[in-house]
């Protein structure tokens, strides 16, 4: 069974960091792309970063500069650093992989919540 696992979220202040990990079973996700979305309440799911089997990545303009996505090991396949936690941060957040171009996202994660306090 192929199971896509998020770790790392939890309350913080403005300005603050976190981590999340995203921990894979079942499968290698070494040729598929990876990324992680977002969904706040009352809000559509969006992406926030996603970085191609090739290593290409590509990322939200309102986290650009302050969000890092990378690709780790097979266990986990991608990370999630963000930096400079803002309010509007705060949302469910979705580990996913998909095609190796990041246009189709065949496996998710439950999501893990990111609270950020002003």
């Known amino acids: 069974q192929v199971q896509l696992v998020e770790s790392g979220g939890g309350l913080v202040q403005a300005g603050g960091s976190l981590r999340l990990s995203c921990a894979a079973s079942g499968r290698t996700f070494s040729s598929y792309a990876m990324g992680w979305f977002r969904q706040a309440p009352g809000k559509q799911r969006e992406l926030v970063a996603a970085?191609?089997?090739?290593?290409?990545?590509k990322y939200a303009d309102s986290v650009k500069g302050r969000f890092i996505i990378s690709r780790d090991n097979a266990k986990n396949p991608v990370s999630l650093q963000m930096n400079s936690l803002e309010p509007e941060d705060t949302a469910v957040y979705y580990c996913?992989?998909?095609?190796?171009?990041?246009?189709?996202?065949?496996?998710w994660g439950q999501g893990t919540q990111v609270t950020v306090s002003s």
């Open positions: 996913a992989a998909g095609s190796p171009s990041g246009s189709i996202w065949s496996y």
């Open positions: 970085i191609t089997s090739g290593g290409s990545t």
